[in-house]
């Protein structure tokens, strides 16, 4: 029997539309298994169970009375790096383990709206700082696939819950790969938007020039759905643009033929294991036989990726935590004897290992003497990193590569190395610095363990991502898959 | 030796927004601590500032009355370090790329000669909240109403060579940003401050000397004090054989003194970078034109047609469009007194003036308004009454809010004008005083002067000087 986490968010839409059953039902079916389930898997930081049912209850009349929107009734979970008002928002740090929002992020205001009710906070990175989910305050999360693994990071734990189908989609946030890469790890459907398509008002700034809000899903369908309701202009956000949203839902059949896609060539040469590599391939193979063309393509300065990306982003976040210092909100060291002291023993207490050495970098290459040669240079960099995008989108439709360099690794093993934890990113890095929008969705398994193709596409899109991605999940099922123990 | 000074000065002017500079909560002066401060200006996590572009206006039309160059694409920066009256722990700013850039503003010195003074940038900014140290006992109050509201940075070049001139500049700005009204030029309030450079050289040096920057002067009584003093120090210490320490410096009102608040090591490394949450400013020229077409006519012109039109002096030109008001209402007066440009500025200057500073009032508020004191000039103008008659009745105009000519009339003080009655008055002071005749008949023509008294006595004041003059002339002449 097709039990209710067995659907897509389409589906669920569609049966709480027909009144098949009712967002209450579905609402408290996710929230017995988030009980159930969670404990083991650590994906959530806050349940809102009691807010979820009433929301859930008002829906269903609006469901009743038959004017509900498309997503009315529907349960998700929320990254807890965008603030709801009322409900903890902790960023996974223990300098917000007190904070309850006084508003809602515009992601959330526009997902309520649209009807969308909030199961509660999904697990994280500190400050969305990792690439594993171990940097948490509240523990690591575990990957559903294996709970030895880790789920990718930082939207870990929005990866886990909707890989363990303790919710049928959650909001994530990429910075340098956030979404796609756990969405990668855990065998799921992530988008990250161009820079600039979904406000980030109300999300907790880690990089503002690279942060940008986007979904983890089953399927690119789903995504379409989720997306459509997040994206626009918002005039709280000054980097949000004002184009009109497509419908994502109306352009995913259009058929593949004559589709230019540029397989970037850095990608499958810069320490991609060789089974991983074959997973992607074959994944274009399909590709190939829906009629695309695929076309070799160089990005010279690609490989700067990731040295530039540890300039900007713990620069920027350098400047952004500094309002965490115990005065206004967060937390506060006790007893401070003077203003240095509560300073010092607040942010020492509040902020964990990888914040604590972001922010050094980031104080370092902004100060006087080296910001020329690190920010400044890392800047030009990134600019040359866009020009090469710019010039490969003029002879191809959308790029492709893989998402991460490996499967899920072990919990712990890469802990201790940052800079091996940081080139986990290699891949997807590019598409934050060019402010670009990409996808990662599940393309086969390794040993057991997800693997993800990424497709990144031109500024602003996403219908053309979501179109070849829905068309990919047509012609395989991977992104069907369920853990065994959460089906 | 003899010693130069130079002085080059950081103007903050609060714009007059309604709003704060990057969020919606109001900037009005006096409400309880932080009930003007929106989780904007608190830093909330996630907000974030959206540029309030009547700032942005404010900061054109400055630099297109100082004749500057407006960037049509500006940057804001973060200006990083830790205060608790700075919420984000950052301040946002202009650095690299400021909104105005290179202008210039003429200011008259005492001896009448026009002095060039150089305004290297103007930038935008936010201001910081306060810290409140005397009302808590070992803690410190924030009051975060300030934070966030925008302040027009102007840097002058290192162009002024006494605190006169210091002075001098600093009251042309104030007047510059009121006539533009984009600020409110509140001094006490800290609407309009500044932070001054200050080195001297051996006269005759092309090198500068050390500087040090006297924060935060509110008046400009302090900024001339602060320099003096500022001056005096660094020659003593020069002379005496030391040198002067790179440092931030506090003016103390109650001692007329400057200390030593940080020296130049101990400054914070700011770590400017663009701030990533603001867009450039990009400025079409049909926008900075649309602004210059709301320039009012700026004080410079307009002293220049009070002396061309008026031929009225520099100086007098320039106090009287040292304020929008101050011109206004004497235009008001000579509107309706053509062809007596000079006798109400006269009077303006003088009689009005000194009234307003008695009762501490701004020329808006006066108790005679220009078209009253046109009337009263006019009754100058038409020999009613004598100069000295209307300044009496300028008294009573002003403590009892008369009209010029009711005030006359209930005083009978009209000018006698009728030869025959004058010629009456002199035949009985002559009757009254022959040995004095006799003595100006002899030759004592100083006797002249004692004849005038005499009549004006007679006529309490009231006769016309000049009938009285021609009049007795003729008589004692016999």
Redesign the interface.
């Known amino acids: 029997m097709t039990e209710l986490h067995h659907l897509t968010l389409a589906q669920l839409a569609a049966g709480l539309q027909k009144r098949q059953f009712s967002s209450v039902e579905v609402t408290r079916h996710f929230l017995d298994r988030i009980e159930r389930l969670n404990p083991a898997l650590n994906a959530m930081i806050t349940v809102s169970g009691q807010q979820a049912l009433a929301a859930a209850a008002l829906a269903d009349k609006k469901l009743d009375a038959g004017n509900a929107g498309v997503l009315t009734g529907m349960p998700i979970v929320h990254k807890d790096i965008f603030c709801t008002d009322g409900v903890l928002t902790t960023c996974g740090s223990r300098m917000l383990s007190n904070f309850v929002a006084p508003y809602d992020a515009t992601v959330v205001a526009k997902l309520s709206q649209a009807g969308v009710i909030a199961l509660g906070k999904a697990n994280m990175d500190e400050f969305a700082m990792g690439s594993s989910n171990e940097t948490s305050f509240y523990g690591p999360v575990k990957n559903p696939w294996d709970l030895a693994k880790v789920p990718g990071g930082s939207s870990g734990g929005s990866a886990a819950a909707v890989a363990a189908r303790l919710a049928p989609a959650a909001t994530g946030t990429d910075t340098g790969g956030s979404i796609r890469q756990p969405a990668a790890l855990t065998s799921l459907t992530g988008i990250k938007p161009t820079y600039g398509r979904v406000s980030r008002y109300g999300m907790i700034a880690f990089a503002s020039s690279l942060d940008q809000a986007g979904t983890l899903t089953y399927t690119a369908q789903d995504a379409a759905l989720l997306l459509h309701a997040m994206a626009g202009f918002d005039p709280r956000d000054s980097t949000s643009v004002d184009v009109p949203v497509p419908d994502y839902s109306a352009t995913l059949e259009q058929p593949l033929a004559g589709m230019k896609i540029g397989l970037l060539k850095e990608f499958f040469e810069q320490g991609l294991d060789e089974a991983n590599a074959k997973l992607v391939r074959d994944a274009l193979k399909i590709y190939e036989s829906l009629g695309a063309k695929l076309i070799d393509v160089s990005l010279p300065n690609l490989p700067l990726s990731v040295p530039t990306y540890y300039v900007v982003a713990p620069a920027e976040c350098s400047s952004n935590l500094s309002r965490f210092d115990g005065v206004r909100f967060g937390h506060r060291c006790e007893n401070p004897v003077d203003l240095m002291d509560l300073y010092k023993r607040s942010r020492g207490e509040g902020f964990g290992a990888e914040v604590k050495r972001r922010i050094m970098t980031g104080t370092y290459v902004l100060s006087a003497g080296y910001y020329d040669a690190y920010y400044l240079r890392a800047q030009k960099v990134r600019r040359l990193i866009t020009d090469d995008f710019a010039r490969a989108f003029a002879g191809v439709d959308v790029l492709m590569g893989p998402t991460s360099p490996t499967p899920a690794f072990d919990i712990g093993a890469k802990v201790d190395d940052p800079v091996t934890m940081y080139l986990n990113d290699i891949y997807t890095i590019g598409a934050n610095l060019a402010g670009l929008p990409a996808m990662s969705i599940p393309c086969g398994f390794l040993g057991g363990l997800p693997v993800g193709l990424q497709i990144i596409g031109p500024h602003f899109a996403e219908a053309k991502l979501l179109n070849v991605a829905h068309i990919f999940q047509r012609e395989t099922d991977w992104h069907e898959r369920i853990p065994e123990a959460y089906r | 030796m003899s010693w130069e000074t130079v002085i080059g000065l950081e103007i903050h002017a609060q714009l007059a927004t309604k709003t704060k500079i990057f969020s919606s909560a109001p900037t009005a002066y006096g409400a309880a601590p932080n009930a003007q401060a929106n989780?904007v200006d608190?830093?909330?996590?996630?907000?974030?500032?959206?540029?309030n572009q009547e700032a942005v206006r404010m900061a054109v039309k400055f630099g297109l009355a100082c004749g500057a160059t407006v960037s049509q694409r500006s940057i804001f920066a973060?200006k990083?370090y830790?205060y608790?009256d700075l919420?984000?722990?950052?301040q946002i700013s202009q650095y690299e790329k400021p909104i105005v850039e290179t202008g210039v503003m003429d200011i008259l010195r005492d001896d009448g000669s026009v002095k060039r003074v150089g305004i290297t940038r103007a930038h935008l900014e936010e201001d910081a909240g306060k810290s409140l140290h005397e009302e808590f006992e070992g803690l410190?109050g924030?009051d975060l109403n300030r934070a966030g509201t925008p302040l027009l940075e102007i840097v002058s070049e290192p162009d002024m060579r006494s605190a006169k001139e210091a002075v001098a500049y600093m009251k042309k700005i104030h007047t510059l940003v009121r006539y533009l009204e984009i600020c409110d030029g509140n001094m006490q309030e800290g609407s309009f401050r500044c932070d001054a450079n200050v080195s001297v050289r051996p006269a005759g040096q092309a090198k500068f000397g050390t500087r040090c920057e006297i924060k935060n002067l509110n008046s400009f009584r302090y900024i001339e004090k602060a320099i003096n003093y500022e001056v005096a120090r660094q020659i003593e210490i020069i002379e005496g054989g030391g040198k002067i320490r790179q440092e931030t410096r506090l003016f103390d009102p109650d001692k007329g003194e400057t200390r030593a608040l940080r020296s130049k090591e101990e400054a914070n490394?700011y770590?400017?970078?663009p701030d990533?949450?603001?867009?450039p400013v990009v400025l079409d020229t049909s926008f900075i034109e649309s602004v210059r077409s709301t320039l009012p006519e700026l004080p410079d012109e307009k002293a220049a047609r009070y002396m061309q039109k008026f031929g009225l002096s520099a100086y007098d030109a320039g106090v009287l469009t040292a304020s929008r008001e101050m011109g206004d209402y004497y235009e008001g007066v000579i509107a309706k007194l053509p062809g007596n440009e000079k006798l109400a500025a006269n009077w303006v200057m003088g009689e009005l003036s000194a009234a307003l500073n008695k009762d501490a009032i701004e020329v808006t508020q006066s108790r005679i308004d220009a078209t009253r004191l046109a009337g009263l000039l006019a009754r100058i103008v038409d020999a009613t009454i004598s100069g000295k008659i209307a300044k009496e009745v300028f008294e009573k105009m002003w403590t009892e809010g008369l009209d010029a000519d009711a005030v006359i009339e209930a005083t009978g003080g009209k000018q006698i004008t009728d030869s025959g009655a004058i010629e009456k008055v002199i035949d009985e002071v002559m009757a009254a005083n022959p040995k004095q005749l006799a003595d100006y008949r002899s030759g004592k023509d100083k006797l002249f002067g004692f004849f005038v008294g005499q009549v004006m006595k007679v006529t309490a004041g009231k006769a016309n000087p000049g009938q009285v003059n021609d009049l007795l002339k003729k008589k004692l002449a016999g």
């Open positions: 989780l608190l830093a909330y996590p996630g907000v974030l500032p959206v540029l973060r990083n830790f608790p919420p984000k722990g950052y410190t924030i490394d770590r400017y970078f990533p949450d603001l867009l």
